[in-house]
């Protein structure tokens, strides 16, 4: 297997030296021509306005080569593509191009592309739009929803800076986000793969033989997903309120309670009860709490008594604000934003440097390692600071400080278009961190507009790779911080059409199901990751309830129990030596089983029976080395 491996390393090395990554042609899945202009030419492109583009070799983000836009008279004019034969009616489609401007100071720079339909005005979408500083590389990049009749002219361009001020441009791309018609049915394949699981469940009787005709039943009681919601304690002590959060949400976040203002107003007179009555109704009830936040960057949200602060006396308000919350929570919060909003405020950094920020990361790790470390901001996935926000992440994580999270807000005003939230997502999900959307709300008058838009926000969240919760900011039209048009609740405790469409989304997304043991003693089905209660009822005997948790992972889950309601030791079909995981370690077991020099027995003996025929052999042999290769994607092998 090794030697497999680094033969395939090798042969790929050799490759890329032999095959250029790019030359006329895009990269795949990259529509434009010569993107990032390694033809050593600008073949494909053409100035946009009375401008001189030429492609160098002083200057690339990668490969050999970029483009030089100079001799400006307009800050529209730059490097332009045509699009009108490369982009499809009813898609949407990320862009991004590199820039650098050459020489100093900040510059606004833009990605717009222009439209043309027959007997009309010219329409100019901004698809990113950024402010950035001389001589360093920047990517722009943002969502395009192509729509239109009678298109007679499309171009793409890079704008901006200020007229006579010369800039680089490389690496542009141009890809496939999805398509309006299709994008419900292709976010549901997603999710059918990346948050459902095969479990089986076993019974056997007290000689681990298997018992057929056991009637099992199946709910899911909790989601691995965090599905959740903004609380608060003006809600809090009315049973309809707690009723409503109870039967809907396994996550909350508190919305004011556990901030610094509220928890600290006069200097060192510190009070949690507010917070601590809340996180205790949510532990008696088995909610999961994040914590928000440690402090929160724009100066309008501090306390009173800080804005007067600097130097050391601002530093030990600080450190006393540290020491004091965090331990307080510590084991009891899951998560904490560390310090909210920082593209949007600089209350802390401009007094104290930008080695702040950083500072609050690794102190907060230090005082509660167990607590998911945060970053949380707004106009990520609502507007075009997606760009901004991932530079900022950058620079926190070289800087010292431990990201586990990345929050975006979601507070939307107008139509949530699923596939420009994609768009957004994904782009997000190149620095390799889960996110979660952490303050999604929707206002509108129009209640159905207001479900469409929960449901196209909750179904492309949740049907994302890298997102592992989304958390409403708030429920009720009485307490909801934006009023009834973004309530899903109304003021008389009516679940309105909102709320029924969430409802019916938890519904789609949590699995009950019943069946019998066939004659190898399964119940196989196919369930949302989560944690679930499987009562068995073997004729004869009284029905017993056993817990299981199904999480993310390869090939089906096995729980076996016996018929008096004992675990009988739990199968991973390929782990041979029970270890944990499948790997060329079990494969060797299994060859020395069949040549008779290695025993096997119970547990083991059974995950080595791939094909679930009562037997180990040559069949199995082949599966176990097919799997590996990932040429097959899961155990057992079905039958």
Not at 110 to 130: A, F, L, Q, R, W
Not at 371 to 378: E, I, Q, W
Not at 599 to 617: F, H, I, T, W, Y
Request: hydrophobic content about 35%; some cysteine; aromatic content about 12%.
């Amino acid at each position: 297997m090794k030697k497999t491996a680094s033969f395939i390393l090798v042969l790929s090395l050799l490759l890329a030296f032999i095959i250029p990554a790019e030359g006329g042609l895009a990269a795949e899945g990259n529509l434009l021509f010569n993107p990032g202009f390694e033809l050593g030419s600008t073949e494909g492109w053409y100035p946009y306005g009375e401008c001189t583009i030429e492609a160098v070799g002083t200057e690339a983000h990668s490969g050999n080569y970029s483009v030089f836009v100079t001799d400006r008279t307009q800050d529209w004019n730059g490097v332009a593509q045509d699009m009108l034969d490369k982009l499809t009616v009813g898609m949407t489609y990320q862009v991004s191009a590199w820039v650098k401007v050459a020489g100093t100071g900040s510059h606004q720079v833009k990605i717009p592309m222009k439209k043309v339909e027959t007997g009309k005005e010219p329409v100019y979408d901004n698809i990113p739009s950024i402010t950035v500083e001389g001589s360093e590389w920047y990517r722009l990049s943002g969502p395009y929803s192509y729509t239109g009749t009678n298109v007679t002219n499309l171009e793409l361009y890079i704008e901006g800076p200020q007229p006579g001020v010369s800039y680089y441009v490389d690496d542009v791309t141009v890809t496939e986000v999805g398509s309006a018609a299709t994008w419900k049915e292709e976010a549901n394949a997603r999710i059918e793969q990346i948050r459902k699981r095969d479990p089986k469940i076993r019974i056997v009787d007290s000689n681990n033989k298997p018992v057929s005709g056991v009637s099992i039943d199946v709910r899911q009681v909790k989601h691995e997903f965090g599905f959740g919601s903004a609380i608060t304690m003006n809600g809090i002590h009315d049973p309809r309120y707690t009723e409503f959060f109870k039967n809907n949400y396994e996550w909350a976040v508190f919305e004011n309670e556990a901030k610094w203002y509220s928890n600290e107003s006069s200097q060192g007179n510190v009070s949690y009860a507010n917070a601590d009555y809340l996180y205790n109704w949510c532990a008696e009830n088995g909610i999961k709490v994040r914590g928000h936040c440690i402090f929160w960057e724009p100066e309008e949200w501090q306390p009173s008594w800080l804005k007067g602060l600097t130097g050391d006396a601002l530093m030990k308000a600080i450190d006393a604000r540290l020491e004091s919350v965090v331990p307080h929570f510590r084991g009891k919060f899951l998560h904490w934003d560390v310090n909210n909003e920082m593209l949007h405020g600089d209350f802390f950094k401009s007094r104290l440097g930008e080695s702040i920020w950083p500072y609050m990361f690794k102190r907060a790790r230090e005082l509660d390692p167990d607590a998911k470390l945060f970053v949380n901001d707004y106009n990520i996935i609502t507007y075009v600071e997606g760009d901004a926000y991932i530079r900022q992440i950058e620079w926190l994580l070289q800087n010292g400080a431990e990201i586990d999270g990345i929050g975006v807000q979601g507070h939307f005003d107008e139509d949530v278009e699923p596939l420009v939230v994609k768009a957004r997502l994904d782009n997000l999900a190149t620095l390799g961190i889960p996110i979660w959307v952490t303050e999604y709300d929707s206002k509108t008058p129009d209640v159905n507009k207001r479900a469409e838009n929960l449901e196209n926000l909750y179904r492309i969240a949740f049907s994302h790779p890298a997102v592992e919760g989304i958390i409403m900011w708030g429920f009720w039209a009485g307490n909801h911080w934006r009023g009834q048009d973004a309530a899903i609740v109304d003021h008389d405790w009516t679940v309105n059409e909102a709320g029924k469409r969430y409802q019916a989304l938890l519904k789609e997304w949590t699995t009950i199901t019943s069946g019998t043991t066939d004659s190898t003693g399964a119940f196989d089905f196919r369930g949302f990751h989560g944690t679930y209660e499987i009562t068995v009822s073997v004729p004869g005997k009284e029905p017993f309830v056993k817990t299981i948790e199904l999480t993310k992972g390869n090939g089906t889950a096995v729980y076996t129990f016996t018929v008096d309601g004992t675990d009988a030791g739990n199968v991973l079909y390929g782990d041979l030596n029970q270890d944990g995981q499948v790997s060329s370690t079990d494969l060797v077991a299994m060859k020395r089983y069949l040549l008779k020099n290695f025993e096997l027995s119970g547990v083991g003996l059974e995950a080595a029976d791939l094909n679930s025929d009562g037997k180990v052999n040559s069949t199995d042999l082949v599966a176990l080395k097919r799997f590996l290769l990932k040429e097959i994607d899961e155990l057992p092998l079905k039958r």
